[in-house]
């Protein structure tokens, strides 16, 4: 096994699959393309063992989230079930930083940010909440493919945020068996926030505040927590500058019931 730096990647190597997912964003079409191509392969090759590694999934559409808990799951799956549209508008007179923006760009984000919130508060079925907005209930429904039924390890950190930690929360409720490693992910459970549409700095303290325009919510009533997995491991960090993935070594080993040989002990410098 490897390190990949591409969106996604996928390799069997000594009976384990390694699916390895940096990112949820992308076009819906070669995501499901390819979760076919690794499933079916999964399948042909009579793999017991999958490990996904979200460890540098920051997020993406929620759509390819989804898409990958159908092919886990064999149960009827809403998800994400609830949007949350705050409730003050942008305006115009709110300074706003982007990089690389000039004014008329921050118009338009205005706009777009403004289109959203009206459409979806004037939306059917949408009730007030606090914090101030309004909540609807989506209506995408997926049956779940569950084209694979062996054992599934999932690879987390504290890099894990938005669609990536929610499709964590949403896996352990609905797969009890789903085993997790790493650290505590950076985002919540049960929900998690579009990309922020506007950023302004607050006139008193002068810090800048990122507001998002609108939230997935899976579980409306229950408190969202950072994503804790059964068993904390983290790359200490010579680790990290030696490219030693000690985290997936671990979960190796557990996997093939092998323990992993112990680091050799680094020299001591020399003395001048």
């Not at 800048?208 to 790359?235: G, R, T, Y």
């Amino acid at each position: 096994f490897y390190k990949r730096q591409n969106a996604y990647g996928f390799e069997i190597d000594k009976g384990v699959g390694l699916l390895t997912v940096n990112t949820f964003l992308g076009d819906p079409g070669k995501f499901e393309s390819t979760f076919d191509t690794v499933f079916a392969d999964l399948k042909r090759n009579k793999i017991k063992d999958l490990i996904i590694d979200l460890r540098q999934n920051t997020g993406g559409q929620i759509g390819n989230a989804s898409l990958l808990l159908a092919y886990l799951l064999d149960v009827k799956h809403h998800f994400p079930r609830y949007l949350h549209i705050t409730g003050a508008t942008v305006p115009k007179a709110m300074p706003l930083f982007r990089d690389n923006m000039g004014d008329w760009q921050l118009n338009e984000v205005r706009k777009a940010a403004n289109e959203v919130q009206v459409l979806y508060r004037n939306w059917p079925g949408k009730r007030s909440v606090t914090p101030r907005g309004s909540v609807i209930e989506t209506q995408k429904v997926s049956w779940g493919k569950r084209h694979y039924r062996g054992r599934v390890h999932v690879l987390v950190s504290g890099r894990t945020f938005s669609a990536a930690s929610l499709f964590v929360g949403e896996l352990r409720r609905n797969l009890p068996s789903a085993k997790f490693y790493g650290d505590i992910t950076g985002g919540l459970d049960n929900r998690g926030c579009m990309r922020a549409p506007f950023d302004f700095e607050l006139p008193n303290s002068g810090l800048l505040l990122s507001v998002p325009v609108m939230c997935h919510i899976q579980l409306l009533n229950k408190k969202a927590e950072n994503f804790k997995p059964h068993v904390l491991d983290q790359l200490s960090i010579e680790d990290f500058f030696e490219d030693r993935d000690t985290v997936l070594i671990n979960v190796l080993s557990k996997i093939s019931g092998v323990r992993p040989l112990p680091p050799l002990p680094r020299p001591k410098p020399l003395l001048d």
